[in-house]
């Protein structure tokens, strides 16, 4: 167990009173869990496995009621001694081994500008990551790009045909764009599609000119797609790429004829067939009638070359829920090709977002999404009476916006599809990213007001309102709460948890002012509203959005 976790603590004061080791009342001492939302405490005492046989109510409610009054003191002090690690040193974990995980997300396809389509895998992956690193796991983030394939060579054609270099060096992915639009209404041409065709048949054979313009328009896009992780505050340990695997995919296919998997149509395509009968009912396409690989064949070889390099506990894909068959039958084949730790593999699927529209209409790039949001919110800011003079006001719209992105995103189930709305995103009261920021910000310059609270001087006796003890209670609770996102990898446990403590601390705020208190009781009320901003800005990082200080 981890030592100096709330629940040790209790036990050891528990233990004066009842004259009894605090080994056989850890036991005893169980958070309520968090589905409960009743007003009570959130642990519970088994008073019956503390005094076996015993009948005394009063005994009982006097043990209750001092169990609760120890753990609301004991919680400020773990948030204090635990800071960034508070929750995550609860011995709820204690039986969860650390592992390795590898997590593929974002995945953008090179040679076209950042999509917003790929924005929600791209902050579901970083928060499955934040949390398995802040659980103690080792975590390495795979950036997969969508860089090889038939539509390379469409796009090589269209460049010959369409190109200019300087607009490739002055805006690559805008220009590559324009590019792809034109020859998309040739492609309906037969003459092009064979030309196409030739071209990435080249690109396999490694020929030296067109590989030479397929490593510019890559070169390019992974430029500008920095800029854009840099915004959104992501990284990645390694840029990989299905062009990776184009001679890989090739051993793949020459695996699965070994095994007497491959099967050969009439076209002379390749396939394995994936039905339970062996007849032909389902089958998989993974090879050409040229020769050539595909995309699933390319994600065999990803997967292999992944295992075999990183040799990790599990292997995450983040990506929407149209390509859950895609991943089934990827793992299936794994499967029959006798590689047994497919059943450490996982596909984590989100659904999609519906009504992204900016004020010049529908949208479909990220960068313009991101620019709206930061302009909408600088323009709030600039109305608000309370806004004081930022240091950075656009780096702070940034922030506080991205905010609003990733909490309407992530307030229900990511298998759900989801209307998105600019006007309830960017409340600064209700459930919203803003709300949360305002929150610390607001708790943040209390603190720059009073100076911060000195553990050893508190006393926690003087927190006895009902709205302090709301908010005492509630940090009792973020362990399990990290817990259950753990567990099914979705954030809206910690997005409802801290919508929650928001608004209790805001209740809080209104309720037990600092300045003009008794100094005891504004140095108590000072630690409880600290420990608040702690747990609040050690949620919103994981989540993927960095807390402001002042807005």
Known sequence: MAAGSWRRSIAAQLSKVLDLPPENLIKSISAVPVSKKRHVADFQLSIASVIENSSSDCLAQDLHLQAQKLAERAVLQQVFKDGSEYGVKSEIFSAVPRQKAVIEFSSPNIAKRFHIGHLRSTIVGNFIANLKLALG????????????????????????????????????LQHLFEVYVQINKAAEDENTKKLAK?????????????????????????????????????????????????EKAQEVLKMLEDKGLLQKTTKGTGIVD????????SVCTVMRSDGTSLYITRDLAAAIDR??????????????????????????????????????????????????KTRRGEVIFLEDVLNEVRSRMLQNMTSAKTTKEIQDPMET??????????????????????????????????????????????????????????????????LQEPDA???????????????????DLQPKHIVSYLLTLSHLAAVAHKTLPVRGSAPEVAQARLCLFQAARSVLANGMKLLGITPVTQM
Not at 328 to 336: G, N, S, Y
Not at 403 to 431: K, T
């Open 274 to 281: 994936l039905s339970e009968k062996k007849d032909l009912s």
């Open 469 to 487: 003890i709301s908010v005492l209670q509630h940090l009792l609770r973020y362990d399990e709460v990290l817990y259950r996102s753990s567990q």
């Open 307 to 356: 295992m075999n390099k990183h040799s990790c506990d599990t292997m995450i894909y983040v990506t929407d829920k149209s390509q859950s068959h895609h991943f089934q039958q990827l793992f299936q084949i794994l499967k029959l090709m006798g590689y047994d730790w497919v059943e450490r593999c996982q596909h984590v699927s989100f659904g999609l977002v519906q009504g992204m």
């Open 137 to 172: 796991h080792e975590v390495v983030r795979i950036n997969y790009l969508g860089d090889w394939g038939m539509q390379f060579g469409l796009l090589g054609v269209g460049f010959q045909s369409f190109g200019n270099k300087e607009k490739l060096k002055s805006s690559p």
């Open 397 to 462: 719209a940034e922030k506080v916006g991205l905010a609003a992105l990733i909490i309407q995103d992530f307030r229900g189930l990511l298998s759900s599809d989801y209307q998105f709305s600019w006007d309830r995103a960017l409340q600064s009261r209700g459930d919203t990213g803003v709300f949360l920021q305002y929150t610390h910000a607001r708790l943040h310059s209390l603190e720059r007001t009073h100076g911060n609270a000195q553990l050893t001087d508190v006393n926690v006796a003087c």
């Open 198 to 246: 030739d071209f990435f048949r080249k690109l396999e054979e490694h020929d030296e000119e067109t590989l030479s313009l397929w490593k510019q328009f890559r070169d390019f896009s992974i430029e500008e797609y920095v800029q854009i992780y840099k915004r959104l505050g992501v990284h990645f340990d390694e840029y990989s790429g299905e062009s990776h695997y184009r």
